[in-house]
């Protein structure tokens, strides 16, 4: 059974920074590519980053292209997202999701059950 | 950069059938996947690649996908289905980043 488990969420101040992590098992983690969207309070959902299954390959949505990065350990079957220069507009539940393949532009195989960034003073 | 279309809101009778609809210019060359999301929980896949269904989804859920617009179907509608339902697309012109409609509210009434 596919699992992925995000964690690292919580309240940072405005300019903050903050490690998402996600824990993958059930399947051969370094044969996927993996990404993470986010979905702001009672609003859809918001592509953030993608990374291809060896890791060498990373990509992200323009609002938080320079501030976001993603890195992954197939050692450690964990997908990383490190969140920098946080904004308000950034808080949101941060999903985790498998890819349907190695390259990253397969489908959202499987979700985590998000972990939830809050931005505030 | 390239934007899906969906209507806020669709609502149906139980064991009526549901067509959501993505629209965006020339949809039909790209490959579109379906997520539905319930209250409190994560996004589930039911349609990948216009038309595949992944294991578990009922045969109730097909899609299409054509010239301007993908279409969600669901048919002979449960309470259960009850849900947001999003598009997706990748937008690959010198990046690749995906591209999710704004969601479309499914009520059962």
């Known amino acids: 059974e596919v699992q992925l488990v995000e964690s690292g969420g919580g309240l940072v101040q405005p300019g903050g920074s903050l490690r998402l992590s996600c824990a993958a098992s059930g399947f051969s983690f370094s044969n996927y590519a993996m990404y993470w969207v986010r979905q702001a309070p009672g609003k859809g959902l918001e592509y953030v980053s993608s990374i291809n299954s060896n890791g060498d390959s990373t990509y992200y949505a323009n609002p938080v292209k320079g501030r976001f990065s993603i890195s992954r350990d197939n050692s450690k079957n964990t997908v990383y997202l490190h969140m920098g220069s946080l904004r308000p507009e950034d808080m949101a539940t941060y999903y985790c999701?498998?890819?349907?393949?190695?390259?990253?532009?397969?489908?959202?195989?499987?979700w985590g059950q998000g972990t939830l960034v809050t931005v505030s003073s | 950069s390239y934007v899906l279309t969906q209507p806020p809101s669709v609502s149906v009778a139980p064991g009526e059938t549901a067509r959501v609809t993505c629209g965006g210019n020339?949809?039909?060359?790209?490959?579109v996947h379906w997520f539905q999301q319930k209250p409190g929980q994560a996004p589930l896949l039911v349609i990948f690649y216009d038309n595949d269904r992944p294991s578990g989804i009922p045969e109730r859920f097909s899609g299409s996908n054509s010239g301007n617009t993908a279409t969600l179907t669901i048919s002979r509608v449960e309470a259960g289905d009850e849900a947001d339902y999003y598009c997706?697309?990748?937008?690959?012109?010198?990046?690749?980043?995906?591209?999710f409609g704004g969601g479309t509210k499914l009520t059962v009434l």
């Open positions: 020339n949809i039909g060359s790209k490959s």
């Open positions: 999701a498998k890819g349907s393949h190695g390259f990253v532009t397969g489908f959202f195989q499987y």
């Open positions: 997706q697309v990748w937008h690959t012109r010198g990046d690749h980043w995906a591209v």
